[in-house]
């Protein structure tokens, strides 16, 4: 059986780590509301700079409701400040969502073997 999950991890590099660490919170509480987000963790880099984000989401209904309702109204502030340097789908995103998000140029890695609980 295969899992409806999407999930990923968004590297980006900021160099104004003071204007991006007080969003984190905001994102963190609205995407904890989500009923279909299931993890969301920001993580830092030895360096300072470099920041992956790691979100898991039930399917790509859910992730597609992250975009476009928690997310959207901070993405030009977090872009002012965070430069997106890659981003690894895995799962099974559909094709909606893969088109709603190709301006972004993402990675999708097909799963070929293993399991998921």
Known sequence: MQSEQVYWVFTVTVDQMDKFTPLIPKLVAAT????GALQFEFNIGDDQKTVD????????????????????????????????????????????????????????????DGFVR
């Open 32 to 35: 904890e509301k989500e009923p």
């Open 53 to 112: 984000i790691f979100e898991r989401y039930s399917d790509s209904k859910a992730a597609l409701f992250h975009q476009t309702e928690s997310f959207a109204p901070l993405s030009k502030e977090f872009f002012a400040v965070a430069k997106l340097t890659r981003w690894v789908i895995y799962g099974t995103p559909s094709d909606e969502f893969k088109k709603a998000n190709a301006d972004l140029h993402p990675i999708y890695m097909t799963r070929f």
